[in-house]
């Protein structure tokens, strides 16, 4: 079983970590995330699990400095999908689509690694990954049921479109 520690929350809104027996801050708790620490924080009177409105809270604070991560847009689609009945959809969603993101990213990161002494170009490596997360799409699309609209090079690939069928 992992180790979970615990943070009190108290009205006067300080923090308190119980494993180092002190107060902390937002920059605290922020830090124990990138160092992968298991934590939750709780109200220190109920016992209420805060630490979503910790995270939220942390993530409007750094939102404020530097190029944000959440557009206007991004913002005024999740309000709008609050209360909606695919909002479980849209959670599942915008999970799997950061994990498959974070893969992304480390594979890139582990083959622009391997690329030092080797003739593939990073722009070779790039365009292969654009490629293959273009088919991986098209097949979560397929996979929600949409099925994908057919573009032009998949109708002359199957023969469907315009005029007559083609030879390949």
């Known amino acids: 079983m992992t180790h979970e520690r615990i943070i009190k929350k108290y009205p006067?809104?300080?923090l308190y970590d119980t494993e180092i027996s002190?107060?902390?801050?937002?920059?605290?708790?922020?830090?124990?995330?990138?160092e992968r620490e298991e934590f939750v924080v709780r109200d220190a009177r109920s016992g209420a699990?805060?630490?979503?409105?910790?995270?939220?809270?942390?993530?409007?604070?750094?939102?404020?400095?530097?190029?944000?991560?959440?557009?206007?847009?991004?913002?005024t689609q999740v309000i709008r999908f609050r209360g909606d009945s695919l909002q479980?959809?849209?959670?599942?969603?915008?999970?799997?689509?950061l994990q498959f993101f974070l893969e992304q990213q480390q594979?890139?990161?582990?083959?622009?690694?391997?690329i030092v002494g080797q003739?593939?170009?990073?722009?070779?490596?790039?365009n292969q990954l654009a490629e293959r997360n273009f088919e991986l799409w098209?097949?979560?699309?397929?996979?929600?049921?949409?099925g994908g609209a057919s573009?032009?090079?998949?109708?002359?690939?199957?023969?469907?479109?315009r005029g007559k069928l083609r030879p390949r």
């Open 22 to 34: 002190s107060y902390i801050t937002l920059e605290d708790v922020r830090q124990l995330i990138l």
């Open 138 to 146: 098209r097949s979560f699309q397929q996979g929600l049921g949409g």
């Open 88 to 97: 479980g959809a849209m959670a599942s969603f915008l999970e799997r689509s």
């Open 151 to 161: 573009t032009p090079t998949t109708r002359a690939r199957t023969g469907r479109g």
């Open 49 to 75: 699990d805060l630490t979503r409105q910790v995270l939220m809270q942390i993530i409007a604070d750094h939102e404020e400095h530097g190029q944000p991560i959440f557009t206007t847009e991004l913002l």
């Open 12 to 14: 006067n809104r300080r």
């Open 107 to 114: 594979g890139l990161r582990s083959q622009l690694g391997a």
């Open 119 to 126: 003739a593939q170009t990073p722009w070779a490596l790039l």
